[in-house]
């Protein structure tokens, strides 16, 4: 590995048509791609090296089911983030996060043939997938949305929660920080949340990738609450979001109620594959020496964030989050000349954003993402100024 202290361009563009990149080859090339969550800069030097070195070695057989290194490092990470100590046997190593809300959805219809699932929307859509994957009912509960200004703000609304839950609803699937509002919750409403979830015995599946993205506040893991949060906690966290190694897959849940952690091995056995040897040792490289991009990485993501906040509060009408974490930017364009019909608009302009109705919401919503050269974003600001030309 590098002994030097590398400065990070995170101006320069990488060309990523030519690898098989989702992002960039879902849309033709007169489109700038700023929608499916992964970031367009190399990841770090010593990331680099070491996957090349493995590759090198041209032998490509089967990984460690349990890699102790690995899992060491998952418990030196969360202890020195957190202050939050967990087990080697807590942590259950999954190919993806995503497969992990649907691991936990099948732990609930075993014990519950009726059981449904409650999430808060707007939401990220593997969320509403769960239904028809496993055929467990959800039941999305709206964020409370107030406006200031340009501004939006979500908040938990927990008189609704209270409202919608019933007796057959098994998990609560919490995203901290927010997908895709971008909302790092306080600790006052993670003791709501936890209050709820003990009144109504509910699993919390708190799905925290974005944890390490976070920009106005800390993040405080759910399970690191109470005696009572960890015992009703999946946690999943991964090194890819943080690290932009989404491609590789792979991540963890760390369960430490022996009971459920049981409860989700077992079924997860004959479905889930192992985590694959480059998620192996993409995460271990990353937490073990990724730290130094990343505190790179940070400014220059908080320095996007802003300079869209100041951009965009020139445009009339327009509304958008201000992200406490995530890449993710969050925009209703309802009272402009785009309407509901905004997605589709920006596309034509020459920029493929998510459509919100992914998320459970309308047409006029859109989701952003600035994890991406800055000379990206300037482009984006054009583009959406096209957009609104024409529309109007």
Known sequence: MSN??????????????NNNS?????YSKEVLPMWIADMDFQAAD???????????????GYGKARPDRLLEAVIYRLQRLYGWTVSKESIVLLPSLVTGFNVAANVALRRNQNANYLFHTPAYPPFFAIENNI????????????????RLHYDIDFDLMESMVTADSEILMLCNPQNPSGRIFTKEEL?????????????????????ELNWDRPHIPYATLSEDAKNRAITLISASKTFNLPGLSGGFAIIENAELRQEYEKAMM????????YAIKGSELAFDYGDEWLAQLKP?????????????????????????????LWLDFGDTALGADAYKQLLKAGLALN?????????????????????????????????LSAAS
């Open 191 to 211: 003791l709501a949340i936890e209050a709820f979830a003990s009144k109504h015995s509910l699993i919390v599946l708190s799905d925290e990738i974005h944890a």
């Open 4 to 17: 030097f202290k590398k400065i990070y361009d995170f101006d320069e563009v990488v060309n990523r048509r």
């Open 355 to 387: 459509n919100g109705s992914a998320f459970g919401v309308s047409g006029n919503y859109v989701r952003l993402n600035f994890g991406a050269p800055r000379v990206y974003l300037e482009k984006a600001i054009k583009l959406i100024y096209s957009a």
């Open 46 to 60: 010593e990331i680099i090296e070491g996957l090349t070195a493995m590759s090198q070695k041209g032998v490509y």
């Open 300 to 328: 220059y993501l908080m320095g996007n964030r802003d300079y869209l906040v100041d951009e965009l509060s020139k445009i009339e009408g327009l509304k958008f989050v201000k992200p406490e974490a995530t890449f993710l």
């Open 22 to 26: 989702d992002k960039w080859t879902a």
């Open 270 to 277: 004959g479905f889930v594959p192992r985590m694959n040897v």
């Open 135 to 150: 055929g467990m009912k959800g039941i999305g509960v709206p964020l409370k949305e107030t406006v200031d200004g340009h």
